[in-house]
């Protein structure tokens, strides 16, 4: 090593730290992808994504929940399904959302004990889960006890979130505890918002059994509504690939589709003389190449998932060079990989982020943990961090995570960070109106509603949303009122121009925007 050549020794050192990027970059971005496709419910996309993960973190926690959530979509079989879970579970125990598919997959083997100590952990978890709470409301009502229910109901109520879905469940309950009279009321509020035809069957059943409490038209529009939802057009559910006769374990599964990798690094031809230059002029110290030969062979071992060795080996490299903070991310990485615990975990995450503060890297890997146990805001931090540092892989799961922790100044921070990094979407814009709002930051929230109501101007319920704050506000900012009046009158002349009835056509527009004029009749 001593004698290894100039030429020789600078190459190896910046072939590291590109076959660690190269090897880093795909499966994460693919991993993220995934995520967003399965927030779509595309599930057949989402599987290709994670397909293109499993070299860069096929062993992670988080790409098992991944994969036992899309095959769930799929209704894939259990003998393909129970290992993903199995896998998820034993490495982010922490997690409600592991717990969550692993109620919904007992559940559907029919098995609700084990579904509902499941759902019991995702509920003490992260209090409280819409879909644990929900699913195991509809287990208690089965059983008879559905005032267990009662506790998590009323919070997610609080949250203003799924109320037709909550109303019914609600509804259930008092039928249960003899209260026809406020049962009435809530499947009043749910009925006509409801798009579940168990649920709707079962407030026709409810109202069949009180006549009293049933309005002229109410038993009439609950079956209208329950036919229109059964003729209504029901695409074809998504088929699973085939696979092979042999089911194999998620470690050793082969990809449904073989993909060729992609190199995320792209350079100029500057770039590489800059690099040639680099390699015939410089002479780097013996301690730069003995670390990073160590380097590459342990990044080559965690290749192949030989963790002990990787671990070995990048240990021995930080023995020569201290002070490189990606050495101590790969370290983190291949700890988490084989299990270990979480201290040991976030005590070489610590060293990361010491040596290598500005790294997106680094922090990028720190909300993937935070994430996989459960800690949202956390996770959004480090999300946050990394989109200031630099072009963000993953910036949609910033948007993802803050969907999940609700407002928060972890979630605006993330949002403004990932509107400034050039990802302006009107989904981001319209997301930190709402936030800002609910924070009571209305000069900001009129800034956001402002940019985001020229990519509405068709969606009347975004409109009348923005008409709402801007005049229930306009009293309490000294400095925009002249701004937000004229905000308020173009606003007005939006909805005007929309249609007041679904079968009115609308009218045609001038390239000005403006609406035509109607013609007189002669």
């Known amino acids: ?80 399904l129970q290992p993903y879970i199995e896998s998820a579970l034993q490495k982010n125990k922490n997690n409600h959302r592991v717990h969550v598919i692993a109620g919904h997959f007992w559940r559907r083997e029919k098995q609700t004990k084990r579904a509902l100590h499941h759902y019991t952990i995702a509920l003490q978890a992260y209090y409280p889960d819409a879909e ?64 579940d035809i168990k649920l709707l069957h079962k407030a026709l059943s409810f109202y069949k059994t009180h006549p009293a409490l049933a309005q002229t038209t109410t038993i009439a529009d609950i079956q209208q ?97 201290p002070t490189w903070g990606r050495i101590y991310l790969y370290i983190a990485q291949t700890i988490h990989l084989r299990g270990g615990e979480t201290k040991v975990t976030h005590d070489a995450l610590k060293k990361a982020h010491k040596w290598a503060p500005q790294a997106p890297e680094v922090h990028e890997f720190s909300g993937l943990v935070w994430e996989a146990m459960g800690a949202q805001k956390r996770a959004l931090s480090h999300y946050t961090k990394a989109l200031q540092h630099g072009k963000h892989r993953a910036a949609r799961a910033c948007m993802r995570v803050a969907v999940l922790v609700g407002p928060s100044k972890q979630s605006i921070r993330c949002l403004t960070a990932l509107v400034n990094n050039g990802h302006n979407t009107p989904q981001s814009t319209l997301m930190l109106a709402r936030l800002y709002s609910q924070q009571r930051q209305y000069l900001r929230a009129g800034f956001y509603w402002k940019r985001t109501l020229p990519h509405h101007t068709r969606s009347f319920r975004i409109l009348k949303e923005a008409l709402l704050f801007f005049a229930n506000h306009i009293d309490k900012v000294s400095t925009k009122r002249r701004t937000w009046r004229q905000q308020l009158r173009n606003i007005r002349s939006l909805i005007r121009r929309l249609p007041s009835q679904k079968t009115r056509k609308l009218r045609m527009l001038l390239p000005s925007g403006r609406a035509r004029r109607f013609k007189k009749r002669s």
């Open 1 to 80: 090593m001593q004698n290894m050549p100039t030429y020789t020794s600078c190459l190896l050192v910046i072939f590291t730290f590109f076959y660690a990027h190269q090897a880093y970059a795909g499966g994460v971005t693919s991993l993220f992808k995934a995520q967003e496709y399965l927030h779509q419910n595309r599930p057949l996309r989402a599987l290709k994504e994670l397909e293109k993960a499993k070299r860069g973190c096929g062993s992670w926690g988080l790409y098992h929940l991944e994969m036992a959530r899309a095959l769930f979509l799929l209704n894939a079989p259990t003998s393909r």
């Open 132 to 195: 644990a709470c929900l699913a195991a409301t509809d287990i208690w009502l089965q059983e008879g006890a559905g005032q267990k229910g009662l506790l998590c109901l009323n919070k997610l109520m609080y949250k203003q979130t799924l109320h037709p879905a909550i109303h019914a469940r609600k509804a259930l309950i008092l039928t249960q505890q003899k209260q026809p009279t406020l049962a009435a009321s809530l499947w009043k509020q749910a009925h006509p918002k409801l798009k």
């Open 225 to 321: 509504r329950i036919t229109s939802l059964q003729n209504a057009h029901k695409p074809t559910p998504p088929q699973l690939p085939p696979m092979a006769n042999k089911t194999p374990s998620p470690a050793t599964e082969t990809p449904l589709t073989q993909q060729p990798h992609e190199s995320p690094l792209q350079y100029t031809t500057l770039q590489w003389r800059g690099f040639l230059w680099l390699l015939e002029n410089i002479s780097l110290p013996a301690a730069w190449v003995h670390s990073a030969t160590h380097t590459v062979e342990g990044l080559r071992a965690l290749g192949q998932s030989d963790f002990d060795k990787a671990h070995t080996t990048l240990q021995k490299a930080t023995t020569y060079t």
